[in-house]
């Protein structure tokens, strides 16, 4: 059964970092890829990066340049971990952040991600 699980998210002040982390269980990203998303109240979520399962990576063009996607393939556990580093964050961050799966190398956000973890909220406020 494939697991996401969130995790980094809190609140911090314009021009401040934090790092998120997505756990995923029950598949391998080396045939997967992950995506980020957000979701600001009273807006449509979109996709904010996205690691394919080759290590590349894509970003929208309003994190370029402050966010990073990355990731950590476990050989010793069933776990992988893909990680967002935002820097220089804004009040336009604010949201709460998704991670979800997608089988292939597309990277865009055309295509549906499958599965989907519970969310973690960043706030960036002063």
């Known amino acids: 059964q494939v697991q996401l699980v969130e995790s980094g998210g809190g609140l911090v002040q314009p021009g401040g970092s934090l790092r998120l982390s997505c756990v995923v269980s029950?598949?391998?990203?080396?045939?997967?890829?992950i995506g980020w998303f957000r979701q600001a109240p009273g807006k449509e979520r979109e996709g904010v990066s996205i690691i394919n399962n080759y290590g590349n990576t894509y970003y929208i063009d309003s994190v370029k340049g402050r966010f990073t996607i990355s990731r950590d393939i476990s050989r010793d556990s069933a776990k992988d971990t893909v990680y967002l580093q935002m820097n220089s964050l804004k009040p336009d961050d604010t949201a709460v952040y998704y991670c979800?799966?997608?089988?292939?190398?597309?990277?865009?956000?055309?295509?549906?991600?499958?599965?989907w973890g519970q969310g973690t909220q960043v706030t960036v406020s002063s």
């Open positions: 979800a799966t997608r089988g292939g190398p597309a990277l865009t956000f055309e295509y549906r991600f499958d599965s």
């Open positions: 029950g598949l391998f990203l080396d045939y997967y890829a």
